[in-house]
């Protein structure tokens, strides 16, 4: 276990207290709870005393308290318990975070230090003050922290038992004093005679009382220190009755003073070209009351540049002198990064020439009056070297393209008259050379049109199948510049011819037959010629013809291989297979289909083999071997098969196995304790055994480890006595204060008077009292204390503590003179 510095007043102690001591804090470590010296998130949480203003140069002071429970594993006691650290900001990306690092625990006086790499705590600021709302939640090695809170507590506890045990010495060396004073005869028999009730009363003393007031005390405003210390007074009260007061002086108690920006509008100074912000200064004292101390006045360490702004205004433009002149206004960014305006737009000395620009700009074009002009817009080049556009494309007036028409388009055609016609275009060149169109195709008027001819030699046949005839089909074409051009597609004429079916040729199938599984039939099929020119030509594809239908008929050959059925597991059958086919007039028996399950069933033979065993359940379920008998052969289908609503059969308990866990063994005083783990064993139903962890079983009683031995004390000349007669004898105790046996007998009276408590005592002198003294004389002795205590040592943490003293005689002579 680390140590902690704890820092704490002590004051000398005997060994007995010592003993106490120890056990005390014997006790105290049992009772911690141990937990993982790991770091743990959110592990306390806690607010600034203070309101803190927060630095990114250096680490700032902080106090802290508790605002929550800690998230601990234990329940711990915070009450009285604050916290210091330190705590600093740093800007990422734009982004302000707060580091907070605990590295204290103080109640009271007293106080642990903390390692300061393991409580720490990173969060988002909007603002660089941590104010007295602000929790802050610390991650934490949380061993660390609970040591700590339970050794500022044990600490305190203990403080407690020592002024108790304090309390108890002084009510018995009273008691001592008071006996010894018994022996005085003629003390005893004194009686302090009656006073009045007006004797009393004049010598009785005044109640005196000391409070401590802020009431007429006004703060003191540190405007410097940007502070607000707090003020109180002492008053004396006699019975009740204020008789002394003191003069306000600060008491340590200060509040920060406060900027409110919200309401106070920022101070421009136009000639310095700058702005200044203003608050409002107020406090807020410790019952959350919030005082105004002035109204707004300039902060003169948060001051805005002024700047001339054009992004925001629309330039003077001058198409005449073609001069572009900009505009600005003056702005500011204030505190929150807003853009305050300060004065609208206006002229400035930057003038910009405008420039013409064809690119984007189409041509205008006036079909009537046979001419084209290119178009430009205006634009300037800015300061940053960026193009501006001030004006959209219009007509340059000083150039000028004429419109021409041109042969560049296809032909028209009148096919009902064979003819084809001329058309033409109209455009212009532009200044690049390029021709631009600016009419579509037309008809001409000035060339004649060309005589077409009709073509049969380059068009297929038209098919009609449901006419059972093939068309002849013809194009026109023209020649034009001394080449041929087709002016039409294929067109039908007068001329046809008649369709033929052809299933076969030479005994063989023209076409593949067509199979209809569903329907159970095949049909043949054929395809169409037709004869042309005295020659066969194929004019259609192969098609059914419904006139050549067969049925369809299903066998099992070459279906009966049992790795090929289709089992079913679940019903306990297995299905056989089955194929269609149908006779062919030119091929015989053809096959259409491949095998498939068909009614044929093959009942399931079941063989138990093994279990299949549920640990985490305790439960287990029988497994079987599938198998079909198939033309007197078995098969089998699935091996260590587990069957649906297979029940289960539950495992055998047979016994508690517990096992000594001598790592966790435990201590209660001198007693030993040691935990044990417990296994539960069980009979799986195949006869094997399995074993489960079961928590924790029976605590063995190690019985008392502690070894004891008896020591031995004696406190020399513990008593000291005298035999008097006539003669006073004085002594010198253990603290060097002398004492008096006085001799206040009568005539011939012996008196013995007898001093114990605080030896070592030793004899000092006699001298005659002055009563009797002829012939009187004294003699004294001295005994001492033998005493006895038990040593006990725990084996389990080494701890060593002892039983008080206990007196077994007193060794000395008695008095007799």
Known sequence: MPGYAVHAQTTGVDPASSSASASASASASANTVAVDDVIKENLFTVTPVLETQLSADEAT?????????????????????????????????????AQVVVTRLKKGEEFVDLDSDQFTSQFGLSDTRLSTTTSVSVNGDEAEFVRAISNLNSTEEEGEAEELADLEDSEAEDSNIKEGGSENPIADGYETPERTAQEEEEERDPNLTINVTTEGCEPIIDMSNSLVRQQSKSETLEDGIVTETDVCSVNGVVWPIQKNYEGCEDLVDLSGMEARAQYASFYIDDKSARYDLASCQPDQSMSFTLVEDSDECTPDLDFKSEQVTMLSQ????????????????????????????????????????????????????????????????????????????????????????GIASIETVRLYKNSDGVEVRVQDCAPSESIAPIKMVADTSNCSLQHDFTAGQSVEMMMWTYDYQGQA???????????????????????????????DMGAGRVARQYRTEITVAGKSEIVAACQPDESSVM???????????????????????????????????????????????????????????????????????QLVDVSINVNGSPYLIASSYLQPGTSEVGYTFVRNEDTPNHSKTTYDKCNQYIPTIRTKVYTRPDGSNYSVAAGAGATINGGDQCTRTTEVGVDDRYEFSAYLLGYDVTYKDKDGKQGTLSFTGGKNEKQRKVVTGKGPYSFVRARTSGRYAEGRKYCFTTKSLHKTRERIANPANGYVTYTGWKTIAMVGSDLDC
């Open 61 to 97: 002071p902080l106090e802290l308290k508790f605002s929550s429970s800690p998230n601990t594993t234990s329940q711990v006691d915070v009450d009285g318990i604050t916290a210091e650290g330190f705590t600093r900001y740093v800007s990422i990306e734009g982004e302000q975070i």
């Open 485 to 515: 051009f087709q002016a039409s597609p294929c067109m039908t004429t007068e001329t046809t011819y008649v369709h033929t079916k052809v299933f076969d040729k030479n005994g063989i199938d023209a076409c593949p037959t067509i199979v």
């Open 551 to 621: 049925g369809l008929a299903k066998t099992t050959v070459g279906c009966m291989e049992p790795a090929m059925f289709e089992h079913d597991l679940q019903a306990g059958v297995s299905y056989g297979r089955d194929r269609f086919f149908y006779n062919s007039p030119t091929q015989g028996r053809v096959y259409v289909s491949e095998c498939t399950a068909s009614g044929l069933k093959f009942t399931h033979s079941i063989k138990a083999t093994g279990w299949q065993n549920n640990d985490k359940r305790l439960r287990a379920q």
């Open 330 to 417: 003056l702005t500011y960014r204030d505190r929150t990064s807003r853009t305050i305006i300060v004065s609208e737009c206006r002229p400035t000395e930057t003038v910009y020439e405008m420039e013409r620009s064809y690119v984007g700009c189409q041509d205008f074009v006036d079909l009537e009056g046979g001419f084209a002009r290119p178009q430009f817009a205006y634009f300037y080049t800015g300061d940053k070297a960026a193009r501006v556009e001030v004006r959209e494309c219009m007509p340059d007036e000083d150039q000028t393209f004429a419109i021409i028409e041109a042969e560049s388009c296809p032909l028209s055609f009148d096919l009902e008259a």
